[in-house]
């Protein structure tokens, strides 16, 4: 299969991303819609928001399994959960929605911009210099996307340690995307090559 061109590696990648967008770009106007009518309908103040709870609670549950049905189970990592309020809950609940539809906007152009070096590679215009520079964006949108997802997460979980009795239930600090820093990395290298590519692509043109 080819890795460049019609029906190649990159056409099969651009149809991924392309739904990918089509998708967040619904997910965007669900969260704006999804917004407004909780603001002027419904009690809901704003978006479902990420908290993440500690699992040792749960253990001492897991450990009756042993008595119960001979099986043991434990969790050391922390749980994934998503809250709303039933009632307004100030600034902070405001900033919250505010940023998981920023967030979801900069998913939204990250992958605009990703579309463009893909579309040239599909059809076979691999020496464009603009892919590379298009790429770069892409590259550094994934670096910065880790400490904005991680920071959005971490303001969420405190709002709901703030609005819950830490005896209840405890929050832990969210798990910091690596993923998203090392697919930034390799884009940025992958950018730096495409870049040397074109460039000598056009140096081999002007001496021919």
Known sequence: MKATGRWSVVSFIRFIVQFAWAVTLVTLFGQL???????????????????????????????????????????????????VLAAPGGLSSIFISIMQLGLTAYLFYALTVLKRPLNALALDKVFEPENAIQLKTVALLALFAAPLKFFYQWFSSRQFDRLVDADIIQTTIPPFDFTLLMAGLVLYIFAEIMKKAATLYEEQKLTV
Do not use: C, K
Request: hydrophobic fraction near 50%; charged fraction near 10%.
């Open 33 to 83: 819609l999804w917004l407004g009518v909780t603001l002027f309908i419904s009690e809901i103040f704003h978006l479902p928001a990420p908290v993440f709870l500690s699992a040792q609670e749960l253990n001492p549950m897991y450990e009756d399994l042993i008595r119960e049905q001979g099986v043991a189970v434990y969790s050391s990592s922390v749980i994934s959960a998503n809250y």
